[in-house]
């Protein structure tokens, strides 16, 4: 069972992670590694909450960014 004090951490996280990708995604080229970088690290921390639906679409969007 996940503890909701990591619950709060987790949501924490994903916020920073957040603002940084729309701070990426505002300042750097739309192909620049840190947005697919950043998209991972989100897809992580979905994995880790146990939100796989959540994880695989910002995962899968990373990848489309890799690719370009």
Not at 37 to 44: E, H, Q, R
Request: proline share 6%; net charge negative; aromatic share 12%.
């Amino acid at each position: 069972p996940r503890n909701v004090n990591n619950q709060f951490y987790f949501y924490l996280g994903l916020e920073y992670y957040n603002r940084c990708l729309e701070l990426h995604r505002r300042s750097l080229p739309p192909t620049h590694h840190l947005i697919p970088d950043t998209l991972n690290n989100i897809g992580a921390t979905y994995s880790s909450m146990g939100k796989w639906k959540e994880c695989a679409d910002v995962l899968e969007e990373a990848l489309q960014v890799d690719m370009e």
